[in-house]
Protein backbone atom coordinates (compact mmCIF):
# COMPACT_ATOMS: atom_id res chain seq x y z
CA UNK A 1 0.00 0.00 0.00
CA UNK A 2 1.34 3.70 -0.66
CA UNK A 3 0.54 6.65 1.30
CA UNK A 4 1.26 10.07 0.39
CA UNK A 5 1.83 12.33 3.69
CA UNK A 6 1.83 16.47 3.48
CA UNK A 7 3.36 18.43 6.08
CA UNK A 8 3.98 22.69 5.71
CA UNK A 9 0.81 23.91 5.76
CA UNK A 10 -0.56 26.72 8.20
CA UNK A 11 -1.13 30.82 8.62
CA UNK A 12 0.48 32.78 6.80
CA UNK A 13 0.14 36.51 6.16
CA UNK A 14 -0.40 37.77 2.73
CA UNK A 15 3.00 38.48 0.93
CA UNK A 16 4.77 35.25 3.46
CA UNK A 17 6.47 32.13 2.18
CA UNK A 18 5.63 28.30 3.04
CA UNK A 19 6.91 25.16 1.85
CA UNK A 20 5.07 21.96 1.32
CA UNK A 21 6.01 18.65 1.67
CA UNK A 22 5.03 15.13 0.45
CA UNK A 23 6.46 11.76 0.93
CA UNK A 24 5.34 8.85 -0.47
CA UNK A 25 6.17 5.64 1.49
CA UNK A 26 5.09 1.94 0.60
CA UNK A 27 6.78 -0.57 -1.46
CA UNK A 28 7.24 1.72 -4.84
CA UNK A 29 9.02 0.80 -7.67
CA UNK A 30 8.48 3.95 -9.64
CA UNK A 31 7.45 7.17 -9.17
CA UNK A 32 6.47 8.73 -12.82
CA UNK A 33 4.88 12.17 -11.84
CA UNK A 34 3.86 13.82 -8.54
CA UNK A 35 2.18 16.98 -7.81
CA UNK A 36 0.28 19.60 -5.85
CA UNK A 37 -3.42 20.48 -6.48
CA UNK A 38 -5.89 22.56 -4.34
CA UNK A 39 -9.17 23.15 -3.27
CA UNK A 40 -10.33 26.81 -2.06
CA UNK A 41 -13.62 27.35 -0.09
CA UNK A 42 -16.73 26.68 -2.17
CA UNK A 43 -14.10 25.91 -5.51
CA UNK A 44 -13.48 23.03 -7.32
CA UNK A 45 -10.35 21.41 -6.88
CA UNK A 46 -7.27 22.72 -9.20
CA UNK A 47 -3.80 21.86 -10.61
CA UNK A 48 -1.10 24.06 -8.76
CA UNK A 49 2.36 22.07 -10.45
CA UNK A 50 3.11 19.06 -11.23
CA UNK A 51 6.90 17.41 -11.88
CA UNK A 52 7.93 14.63 -13.59
CA UNK A 53 10.73 11.96 -13.43
CA UNK A 54 12.78 13.61 -15.87
CA UNK A 55 12.35 16.69 -13.84
CA UNK A 56 9.89 18.88 -16.01
CA UNK A 57 7.65 20.75 -14.43
CA UNK A 58 4.07 22.33 -15.35
CA UNK A 59 2.69 25.30 -13.54
CA UNK A 60 -0.82 26.47 -13.53
CA UNK A 61 -0.57 30.25 -14.80
CA UNK A 62 -1.78 31.61 -11.18
CA UNK A 63 1.50 30.63 -9.26
CA UNK A 64 3.74 30.39 -12.35
CA UNK A 65 6.89 32.51 -11.34
CA UNK A 66 5.93 32.29 -7.53
CA UNK A 67 5.90 28.79 -6.42
CA UNK A 68 8.53 26.33 -7.47
CA UNK A 69 7.98 22.20 -6.94
CA UNK A 70 10.82 20.17 -6.57
CA UNK A 71 11.74 16.42 -5.41
CA UNK A 72 14.27 14.33 -3.88
CA UNK A 73 13.59 11.03 -5.69
CA UNK A 74 16.05 9.62 -3.14
CA UNK A 75 13.18 10.38 -0.34
CA UNK A 76 10.27 10.13 -2.49
CA UNK A 77 9.36 13.41 -1.61
CA UNK A 78 7.92 16.41 -3.72
CA UNK A 79 8.01 20.10 -2.15
CA UNK A 80 6.13 23.05 -3.44
CA UNK A 81 7.77 25.83 -2.21
CA UNK A 82 5.40 29.23 -2.30
CA UNK A 83 6.25 32.90 -2.13
CA UNK A 84 4.36 36.13 -2.40
CA UNK A 85 1.68 34.05 -1.15
CA UNK A 86 -1.81 36.10 -1.66
CA UNK A 87 -5.39 35.86 0.46
CA UNK A 88 -6.47 33.84 -3.49
CA UNK A 89 -3.89 30.98 -2.39
CA UNK A 90 -5.77 29.93 0.59
CA UNK A 91 -7.01 26.29 0.61
CA UNK A 92 -6.30 22.43 1.09
CA UNK A 93 -3.10 21.41 -0.87
CA UNK A 94 -3.32 17.85 -1.83
CA UNK A 95 -0.57 15.91 -3.03
CA UNK A 96 -1.14 13.86 -6.13
CA UNK A 97 1.04 11.11 -7.72
CA UNK A 98 1.67 8.03 -10.40
CA UNK A 99 3.16 5.36 -8.75
CA UNK A 100 4.32 2.00 -9.79
CA UNK A 101 4.13 -1.02 -7.02
CA UNK A 102 4.55 -4.96 -6.85
CA UNK A 103 1.13 -4.96 -7.02
CA UNK A 104 0.04 -2.49 -9.91
CA UNK A 105 3.68 -4.23 -12.00
CA UNK A 106 1.40 -5.59 -15.04
CA UNK A 107 -1.06 -2.96 -14.81
CA UNK A 108 0.81 0.35 -14.34
CA UNK A 109 0.91 2.82 -12.42
CA UNK A 110 -1.52 3.89 -9.87
CA UNK A 111 -2.92 7.41 -9.44
CA UNK A 112 -2.65 8.31 -5.57
CA UNK A 113 -4.00 11.38 -3.45
CA UNK A 114 -2.64 12.52 -0.12
CA UNK A 115 -5.23 13.69 2.58
CA UNK A 116 -4.34 17.47 2.03
CA UNK A 117 -2.78 20.20 4.27
CA UNK A 118 -4.18 23.81 4.61
CA UNK A 119 -2.83 26.79 3.75
CA UNK A 120 -4.66 29.95 4.76
CA UNK A 121 -3.44 33.24 3.64
CA UNK A 122 -4.39 36.12 6.10
CA UNK A 123 -4.73 39.35 3.98
Known amino acids: QVHLVESGGGLVQSGGSLRLSCAAS????????MGWYRQAPGKQRELVAT???????NYADSVKGLFTISQDNAKNTVYLQMNSLKPEDTGVYSC?????????????????WGEGTLVTVSS
Open 96 to 112: NADILTMLTLYSGPKNY
Open 26 to 33: GIILRIDR
Open 51 to 57: IGSDGST
